[in-house]
């Protein structure tokens, strides 16, 4: 089992940028691909970005490349999302999620990920 806790968002002027982390308790993220998805109001959670074990492969959504960067920390067991440029539909409940590592998944999609934390608002004002 593995217990995903997110933290760092908030309320940012259109422009302005938040580090997301997500901290994990239960086993080390190194057997795990780890990823951001992220939900606003009414509809589905979308996939943003995905990091492998190893931090060597880092794809993004095309709605945030070149504004957010996914890392990990494996030696403090965290994953970061670092949000720059930040714009009002950028708003939602983000969240994180580990998957364990298997060659069938690409992981960009929910059912790719086996454990999810409880979300962290991030709201974007114009």
């Known amino acids: 089992q593995v217990q995903l806790v997110e933290s760092g968002g908030g309320l940012v002027q259109a422009g302005g940028s938040l580090r997301l982390s997500c901290a994990a308790s239960?086993?080390?993220?190194?057997?795990?691909?780890m990823g951001w998805f992220r939900q606003a109001p009414g509809k589905e959670r979308n996939f943003v970005a995905t990091i492998s074990y190893s931090g060597g492969s880092t794809p993004y959504a095309d709605s945030v490349k070149g504004r957010f960067t996914i890392s990990r920390d494996n030696a403090k067991n965290t994953v970061y999302l670092q949000m720059n440029s930040l714009k009002p539909e950028d708003t939602a409940v983000y969240y994180c999620?580990?998957?364990?590592?298997?060659?069938?998944?690409?992981?960009?999609?929910?059912?790719?990920?086996?454990?999810w934390g409880q979300g962290t608002q991030v709201t974007v004002s114009s």
């Open positions: 999620a580990a998957g364990t590592l298997r060659a069938s998944r690409g992981y960009y999609y929910r059912g790719d990920y086996d454990y």
């Open positions: 239960g086993r080390f993220l190194t057997s795990y691909q």
